[in-house]
């Protein structure tokens, strides 16, 4: 007899994990090393400690260790706003009418609205150990940056932020959360740096992007004594940082008998997709499990469905390592009329090798499917999504309508990664009907293939 599911199931204070998961441990195909662009050689620890904090350096080249140590402060201040809660989605299961069972893992229960908050901690924390006074970093959407200047006010550092300009014009409230957390922002591109006046004499007018945000952040705190750059999704040591996601889904599953057949999320940079799934992956690459692991990515911005696996410029100015990853090319700007989200170029090289390895698949959506998705999932479930979330709540509900052709009680698990209430002009449009769809044709995908570094 199986024990009668909760509606949410929640951990104990005492049930939290207190290590992090490194996949990369149990991958017998390690994700490509970091290279230098300059030299084409593997970044050392003493290049990467010049751009991030040594611990986070040291996390960044770790392939080796499989557990890590979640600090005492980090895991006091997780206790804030963890454990998050497993929640069973009885109603969206009824209105499918569904034999599935749905569940989903939300992490929109902080300020800043997100999963963000899991890693920006752990990088503030760092940080301060070293003796820094501060970090710079990009934000496109917003939440990144919210998530990082309420890390750094706990840690009393000080946190600048080089916001997307299109974004910061079009999300004052989310400019104006992070200065009540007393990180200064700032529109990118900017004349406060080398490469934001560059970018500028190039293209006038312009309303940024996320490479470009990031080469700003990175010249700002390599040029600015006691700062270090700090990044939200696509490096390891993030991936790292959030496996707090998937280990406390597995601890709360695993009391319950629960084995999901399904474990489905959006990816960006695939940071809250790799933290999910991380011990299950483990669980696939030891043999011992066997899970389908489906990541979504919006039809416009493709890197995994259309990209090419290959070394790239993590950012515009190109002055980050070149890394190995599904590209679109880090001169990819994706549609203007993209509303949601899930715009870098490329994604993660833990989850853009486990893809190649056939360890997981992918599905891009368009955004009018995703925002149908989103809306019918509030009107059941109450959480109103982020739009980035709801990418992985359409593909959700597409295999729970599978199930109810098939017959199936498939167990479908996925990552519900925040809420929406900063995203209401897109609602907007997508409730007005001005909403529309664009997927890039091969011939708009070329230039930023064009764009790709020649490695020989
Ligand atoms: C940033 C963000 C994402 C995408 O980033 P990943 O690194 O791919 O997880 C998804 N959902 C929300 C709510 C976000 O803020």
Not at 306 to 330: I, N, Q
Request: hydrophobic share 35%; with cysteine; charged share 25%.
């Amino acid at each position: 007899m199986s024990k009668e599911i909760p509606y949410k199931i929640y951990l104990e204070e005492h049930e939290m994990p207190k290590q992090w998961y490194n996949v990369r441990a149990d991958m017998k195909n390690k994700p490509a090393p970091l290279l230098n662009p300059g030299t084409k050689q593997p970044m050392t620890l003493e290049e990467l400690e010049h751009v991030f904090c040594t611990e986070l350096a040291k996390q960044e080249l770790d392939d080796t260790t499989p557990y890590i140590d979640i600090p005492e402060e980090i895991l006091n201040f997780y206790k804030m706003y963890r454990p998050s809660p497993l929640v069973r989605a009885y109603c969206l299961e009824k209105k499918l009418g569904t034999p599935a069972k749905i569940y989903y893992k939300f992490e929109g229960n902080n300020t800043s609205g997100s999963h963000k908050l899991n890693s920006a901690i752990a990088q503030a924390y760092y940080a301060k150990k070293q003796g820094l006074k501060g970090v710079t970093t990009e934000t496109g959407a917003g939440q990144w940056g919210t998530a990082l200047s309420m890390a750094c006010s706990y840690f009393d550092l000080d946190c600048k932020v080089y916001m997307v300009k299109c974004s910061y014009e079009q999300k004052p409230f989310r400019r104006e959360v992070m200065r009540t957390y007393g990180a200064s922002v700032t529109p990118s591109p900017s004349m406060e740096t080398e490469v934001g006046k560059k970018i500028l004499l190039e293209h006038p007018g312009t309303t940024g992007s996320l490479g470009c945000a990031i080469s700003e952040a990175v010249e700002a705190a390599t040029t600015t004594e006691g700062y270090r750059y700090v990044l939200g999704s696509v490096l390891s040591q993030v991936l790292l940082h959030q496996t707090v996601i998937g280990l406390e889904t597995k601890i709360a599953m695993d009391k319950y008998d629960i084995k999901p057949d399904i474990i489905i999320g959006c990816a960006g940079g695939g940071s809250n997709l790799g933290g999910l799934i991380s011990p299950f992956v483990g669980e696939k690459l030891r043999g011992e499990n066997d899970y389908q692991i489906i990541a979504v990515e919006p039809a416009s911005c493709p890197s995994l469905t259309r990209g090419k696996y290959a070394y790239d410029f993590c950012d515009t100015g190109k002055v980050c390592p070149l890394a190995k990853m599904y590209t679109l090319g880090s001169g990819f700007i994706p549609s203007a009329n993209h509303a949601g989200g899930l715009r870098y170029h490329g994604m993660s090289s833990v989850l853009s090798q486990l893809y190649d390895d056939g360890y997981m698949e992918a599905r891009s959506v368009e955004q009018t499917a995703v925002f149908a998705a989103a809306e019918q999932f509030a009107r059941v479930e109450g959480i109103l999504p982020a739009p980035e979330s709801s990418h992985a709540i359409k593909v959700a509900i597409d295999e729970a309508l599978k199930c109810k052709e098939t017959g199936e009680e498939k167990t479908i698990l996925f990552g519900l990664t925040g809420t929406g209430y900063f995203d209401m002009y897109a609602y907007e449009n997508f409730h007005n009907g001005t909403m529309s769809d664009y997927i890039p044709t091969d011939e708009d995908l070329k230039p930023g293939f064009d764009s790709l570094p020649k490695m020989d």
